[in-house]
């Protein structure tokens, strides 16, 4: 482990030393986002944007993080780089890599500058991998921005892209790098992804045919009824890690994309219990400091109210499913689209539910479900509810029993996910 963080250390000066030692046009950073005006991606006090944009800028590098039973791996990974310096962004993004990636949340509307900037590999300098970002599902992509390499952009060790999407369609997705994507997304590049519809700015007291909306109401769609209400939002994104995989990357050793099997099940990247650990983990000793491992999965809501789990599948390999102990789901969306009939009279009145309740959902990999449960408004603070997988060979981590794809519901009055 030493020899390890004492090469690491040397990898980081032997690469800043490159980076003060090259012109400053080759470390230029080129943040695209209308009316900031130095370059941070981040709307400071005195700048005027746009109403209806949004910017967010990325790195892409690699980096560790810590299993739920201790063990450390080597990850590839996007990291926020939102109101970071653009003249320190190359050496900044180094082991810098956060699994799952940041969290991507937009409004309907909206206008959104993505820019990605490609650092490199510190750990893996015989590498000069391109990357992507591919928002995975995404209606009106052009070619250019949809991150797919055969059709268009890829990003360069030491370039930067910006992204542009105009935001139209609610619901979850997600995304991650489209180069050799099987590896890529094995190694930890992707992250979750939602857009929130024009009704939550609905103006207090509107009618959505006999449900009056109020300010600060939120909704999963642009449902018509208010049947799609909820009071906590979570983002719940399954995954999982092959061990060997990432410990042949890590060696230089040929990768064994035959004998993919993924022995670390994960929630938002955490193995229970560390999916309840409601804080970011402390960073590995591999990463010089930098903390890998932000989104926790821990939900906690009051009696009586109604949370919205946005469920993503983002697995290479399985197919999981995810159910819930003694709390009932009802399925209001699949894959960022209401789950509804057409409409009878061209939009007017809303169309026929297609609703439906269950106690578990079962997805493959890039499928999603906007499911909301009802916290029932007898229980007391303190009551626990699961959220798992039904798989239960997936309840591990690694060889660690009891652990793997599981999170928990906490009835309280703890910090609300919103």
Sequence with gaps: MERKWLYTTLMVVAVALVLVAAPASASHIDVQCPGDTNGNALRDGAEVWPANQQCMHLTSGDGYVTMA???????????????????????????????????????????????????????RPDLFDP????????????????????????????????????????????????????????????????????????????????????????????????????????????SSFDSSFHDASESVQPLPFALMRDDYPMLNGRGYPDTVVDMALPAPAENGGKTSQFEDALITA????????????????????????????????RDAKLLRGPSPDGGITPGKNLYYETNSVSLGGGETN?????????????????????????LNNGDEEFGGMMTEIRVGSGLLLN
Excluded at 77 to 96: E, Q, S
Excluded at 137 to 163: C, K, R
Aim: glycine share 10%; proline share 6%.
């Design 302 to 333: 009051q009696p009586g109210q109604r949370v919205l789990l946005r469920i993503s599948n983002i697995s290479i390999t399985r197919y999981y499913t995810l159910q819930t102990l003694g709390l009932p789901m009802t399925v209001v969306g």
């Design 69 to 123: 039973d201790g063990r450390v791996m080597y990850i590839f990974g996007f990291a926020n780089a939102t109101g970071w310096n653009p003249a320190n962004v190359m050496t900044d993004g180094i082991l810098a890599a956060a699994y799952p990636g940041p969290i991507i949340a937009l409004d309907e509307g909206s206008e959104f500058y993505l820019s990605l900037s490609n650092v490199g590999m510190l750990v």
């Design 370 to 394: 906007d499911v909301i449960i009802e916290i029932p408004a007898d229980a007391n603070p303190g009551d626990t509810y699961f959220l798992y997988t039904s798989n239960l060979n997936y």
């Design 131 to 238: 990357h992507t970002v591919h928002w995975h599902g995404f209606p009106q992509a052009s070619s250019v921005f949809d991150g797919l390499p055969e059709s268009g952009l890829a990003i360069n060790m030491g370039a930067t892209l910006t992204y542009y999407y105009n935001v139209q369609d609610p619901g979850t997705y997600m995304y991650h790098c489209h180069v050799e994507a099987t590896e890529h997304m094995q190694m930890g590049m992707l992250a979750n992804l939602y857009v929130r519809p024009k009704q939550n700015r609905l103006p207090g007291g509107t009618n959505l045919n006999g449900f009056t909306h109020q300010a600060g109401f939120k909704y999963a769609y642009n449902d018509g009824d208010g049947s799609t209400r909820y009071d906590v939002e979570a983002p719940i994104q399954m």
